[in-house]
């Protein structure tokens, strides 16, 4: 049974991997398509918050008030360091922007000192939805002062401990260019053939067990089967 229990889930695991691969495939051609329409107005986004996401948008914006967030534990090639985001008011709502990534400093409990833009800028940049990860709980320690360390971006935790009314979506910036900050967005991390490749490893790893377990069970009921002969 033990053994059933593994191939079984084994196979399972191996169809989630192809059912992945094809959301992702799913998604880059939906990326490609927004990408091919041009940007639009933030006045223009679709009803739904899932169509908007990836949409190239372009926007005049203007900062307001001085509270910037670090969004803690960003890895840019191989180097540990931080998301600065803050939010800045639009023609149709406040929203959080995503300035780019920064290197963490030596020391844990000193922030990196960034400069934000300020006055009415005409921006560009593409539109992301928060993802949920239950892995982590914790959104911030505190919200008081003008430096916050996120652990993960919640808008609903934002909007409920602060004033800011922000839009269920934050917008990650490409222009203005900026060269102090890094701007690699990425948003399908694992392509879909690195799916591919774990589903025929899971399907490679059941197909061995099967043949490891007939291997082991079979002959042993044979002999069986000669012994009682006797």
Do not use: C
């Amino acid at each position: 049974m033990v053994t059933l229990l593994a191939i079984a889930l084994m196979f399972r695991l191996g169809f989630w991997q192809l059912d992945r691969m094809h959301q992702k495939e799913a998604r880059l051609a939906s990326i490609a398509q927004k990408q091919t329409n041009g940007p639009i107005s933030l006045f223009d986004l679709p009803a739904s918050l899932s169509d908007s996401r990836d949409l190239p948008v372009t926007f005049n914006a203007q900062r307001f008030g001085n509270t910037i967030f670090y969004l803690d534990n960003q890895i840019v090639e191989g180097r540990v360091g931080y998301h600065v985001l803050a939010p800045v008011r639009t023609e149709s709502g406040n929203v959080l922007l995503n300035f780019g990534w920064v290197p963490a400093g030596a020391y844990r409990d000193v922030l990196p000192h960034v400069e934000l833009p300020v006055g009415q800028i005409k921006y560009s940049g593409i539109l992301s939805v928060p993802g949920d990860n239950p892995v982590v709980r914790e959104t911030a320690l505190a919200f008081t002062g003008r430096e916050v360390v996120l652990q993960k971006i919640d808008i609903d935790v934002l909007n409920a401990h602060t004033d800011l009314q922000l839009q269920p979506y934050i917008i990650q910036l490409e222009a203005p260019v900026d060269d102090k900050f890094v701007r690699n967005w990425q948003p399908v991390v694992m392509p879909p053939k690195k799916h591919l490749a774990y589903a025929v490893q899971w399907f490679g790893l059941a197909l061995a067990a099967s043949i490891i377990a007939l291997i082991v069970f079979f002959p042993r009921g044979n002999r069986n089967d000669k012994n009682q002969s006797f």
